[in-house]
């Protein structure tokens, strides 16, 4: 498991070959960390974190892909309202001191996009999408932050079909571990929240009104590291990554990652596992699309 963040990873080339807990190596991880950093932020409302989430776009509408009860179960509620004072923060950049990014919900420049509200809190189907429209902070998360495109991915993500032979990863920020400053940097309180990203695998999928599921696991047998609760990351993504081996050379390396899911929910399976529950690629690249499509449409 790593939280660095460097430059994304070039398209690497050799063959594909199956993921072994021997391969894991730091600097593997670091890269494909680095891959995956510049699409995922942190959630932030009233100075705490309620969720994760990742840019994407489709067509020129760009956004935060989520799940729909970090959006609308978060105490206090957001205030959509025109002539809102509310805003909503986001964590965009590593070790942010200076500023935060923040949206100001009552001018017009968000929209949600309700895509499935959950019929059991367990099984959702809980997914939403915050349009950002065009404005200085878009034009400021752009020139930042990447958004990864579902459009052009949308025939790919139909195709897949995901077992618990492929390698995967989650990414989001974590509530637990924060820490808290006063007075630091000129600021009365400074609250510091961890990204994460780590692999894991799919260990069973399902089927809810229409929404394809899957658990992917969480193991502290091998890494007793991870955080114990992943409060904090419901919304924040699941992605497929494809290994390549160099056959003169053996080194590992990866293709670029594939968003593949949105985590929405936990369940603590025994005292050494948990799963994390996440929407899957049909959620995605049909309910998902078809939605943010069909208000464009109107």
Same mark, same amino acid.
């Given at each position: 498991m790593s939280r660095e963040r460097k430059e994304c990873s070039k398209e690497a080339a050799g063959k594909i070959i199956p993921l072994q807990q021997s391969d894991v190596s730091e600097d593997l991880v670091n890269s494909i960390s680095s891959s995956i950093y510049p699409f995922v932020v942190g959630l932030i409302h009233r100075d705490d974190l309620i969720g994760s989430g990742t840019l994407v776009r489709l067509g020129d509408r760009r956004g935060i892909l989520t799940a729909y009860h970090v959006i609308h179960d978060v105490v206090p509620r957001f205030d959509f309202r025109a002539g809102s004072q509310d805003f909503l &923060? =986001? $964590? %965009?950049?590593? #070790? +942010? /001191?200076? #500023? /935060?990014? +923040? $949206?100001? =919900? &009552? @001018? &017009? @420049? !968000? !929209? %949600? @996009?309700? $895509?499935a509200k959950p019929t059991v809190e367990e099984l959702g189907p809980d997914l939403a999408f915050i349009e950002i429209k065009p404005s200085h902070h878009l034009d400021q998360l752009d020139a930042c932050r990447d958004f990864f495109n579902l459009g052009v991915n949308r025939e790919k993500g139909l195709r897949m079909d995901l077992s618990e032979k492929d390698p995967m990863v989650i990414s989001g920020f974590c509530h637990e571990g924060h820490t808290t400053e006063i007075d630091k940097d000129g600021f009365s309180l400074v609250k510091g929240f961890k990204g994460f990203a780590g692999f894991t695998g799919i260990e069973n999928r399902r089927e809810h009104a229409n929404y394809d599921l899957c658990d992917v696991g969480v193991d502290y047998s091998l890494d007793d590291g991870l955080p114990k609760s992943f409060g904090g990351y419901s919304g924040g993504g699941l992605w497929h990554i494809v290994l390549t081996k160099d056959e003169i050379t053996g080194k590992l390396d990866h293709r670029s990652p594939m968003f593949a899911g949105v985590i929405f929910y936990q369940e603590q399976i025994s005292d050494t596992r948990k799963i994390l529950r996440c929407h899957l690629t049909n959620s995605v690249y049909r309910h998902a699309i078809d939605a943010i499509a069909q208000i464009e449409a109107q």
């Open positions: &923060g =986001l $964590i %965009i950049l590593s #070790h +942010e /001191r200076a #500023h /935060r990014f +923040e $949206i100001p =919900l &009552g @001018v &017009g @420049v !968000t !929209t %949600i @996009v309700d $895509i």
